[in-house]
Antibody, heavy 121, light 111 residues
């Protein structure tokens, strides 16, 4: 079955870039029938969808309006993984970050284990 | 503040039924049959238990059911069991600028 394994630092300094990676097993990041999402969860903001990346002969990215100016995704087919980069972080970006599989972002069928990210000097 | 409104808590005794509501607008919950429900245990990732308003993924007990009326979706848990004690979140298509929106979550207690 599909499994997602997240990695990345748990501590990021304010104004720096938060980068997380999600390694896929049991599926392909370049599958024409899948999409790969990032979501975060914090006590103040609840669950928040950040965006998705998917491949349909070319790569597409959709981003949530709340982070659109600061977020980028990229994918590495050789490592079968996808990554999140969120720049200019503030304490408001502190949260548990999840990667998840789901063509429809409101139906996320497989989730990573989550990464707690703290934003602090 | 979450886009969809859920009660912060709900409770019931073993064997009873409990219903959790999720209220949105005609731009999300009311406009499409794209409502999902997630169950989340402490320290774990959410797990989808209902999708497209009322469909259950394989392996989800039929004690869980979903429905929708107007701008409000509902999750009903029948025959409550101790293992149902968890947080429950609704999610919906939120429009072209924010494809998915979530509710603030409901903590279900089995008394």
């Amino acid at each position: 079955q599909v499994q997602l394994q997240q990695s990345g630092p748990g501590l990021v300094k304010p104004s720096q870039t938060l980068s997380l990676t999600c390694v896929i097993s049991g599926d392909s990041v370049s599958s024409n029938s899948a999409a790969w999402n990032w979501i975060r969860q914090s006590p103040s903001r609840g669950l928040e969808w950040l965006g998705r990346t998917y491949y349909r002969s070319t790569w597409y990215n959709d981003y949530a309006v709340s982070v659109k100016s600061r977020i980028t995704f990229n994918s590495d087919t050789s490592k079968n993984q996808f990554s999140l980069h969120l720049n200019s972080v503030t304490p408001e970006d502190a949260a548990v970050y999840y990667c998840a599989k789901g063509v429809n972002p409101w139906e996320l069928v497989v989730w990573g284990q989550g990464t707690l990210v703290t934003v602090s000097p | 503040q979450s886009a969809l409104t859920q009660p912060p808590s709900a409770s019931g005794s073993p064997g009873q039924s409990v219903t959790i509501s999720c209220t949105g607008t005609s731009s999300d919950v009311g406009g499409y049959n794209y409502v999902s429900w997630y169950q989340q245990y402490p320290g774990k990732a959410p797990k989808v238990i209902i999708y497209e308003v009322s469909k259950r993924p394989s392996g989800v007990p039929d004690r869980f059911s979903g429905s929708k009326s107007g701008n409000t979706a509902s999750l009903t848990v029948s025959g409550l069991q101790a293992e149902d004690e968890a947080d429950y979140y609704c999610s919906s298509y939120g429009g072209i600028n924010n494809l998915a929106v979530f509710g603030g979550g409901t903590k279900l207690s089995v008394l």
